[in-house]
C-alpha cells in the first residue's frame, strides 16, 4: 500500500520553527521528487518547496525563501521541511506528494500549522 504521512505540525508563535516531516512506504522513494503544498482555508492549495530525487536540487516559493529548508534522508524514505521565523500567513494545511505539481503520483492527508501573532 502506497502512503506518505505527514507529522510535527502543530501551533507555533509567530517568529518561531516547526519541522515538518513526510514519512513514505510502498513505492520506491528515492525514485521520486518530493513537493510540500499547503492550502489556507478560503485560498488555493500552493506549491511550498520541492526537491529532487537525489537532494541536489531544490525549489522554494519566493514567499519562503530563506526561512523554510527542505531536505531528505531516502535511507529512512523521508522528507523534512525545516520552517523557522514562522508568520500568521504561513498557516495552513501541508500535504506533501510525490512529485512537484499537485497531486502528483501520491499524496498525503497533510498535517495543520497554526501561527499565532
Known amino acids: 500500500e502506497v502512503q506518505l504521512v505527514e507529522s510535527g505540525g502543530g501551533l507555533v508563535q509567530a517568529g518561531g520553527s516547526l519541522r515538518l516531516s513526510c514519512v513514505a512506504s510502498?513505492?520506491?522513494?528515492?525514485?521520486?521528487?518530493i513537493g510540500w503544498f499547503r492550502q489556507a482555508p478560503g485560498k488555493e492549495r500552493e506549491g511550498v518547496s520541492c526537491i529532487n530525487p537525489s537532494a541536489s536540487y531544490t525549489t522554494y516559493a519566493d514567499s519562503v525563501k530563506g526561512r523554510f529548508t527542505i531536505s531528505r534522508d531516502n535511507a529512512k524514505n523521508t522528507v523534512y521541511l525545516h520552517m523557522n521565523s514562522l508568520k500568521p500567513e504561513d498557516a495552513a494545511v501541508y500535504y506533501c506528494a510525490a512529485g512537484c505539481s499537485w497531486p502528483g503520483d501520491f499524496w498525503g492527508q497533510g498535517t495543520q500549522v497554526a501561527v499565532a501573532s
Open positions: 510502498g513505492f520506491t522513494f528515492d525514485g521520486y521528487a
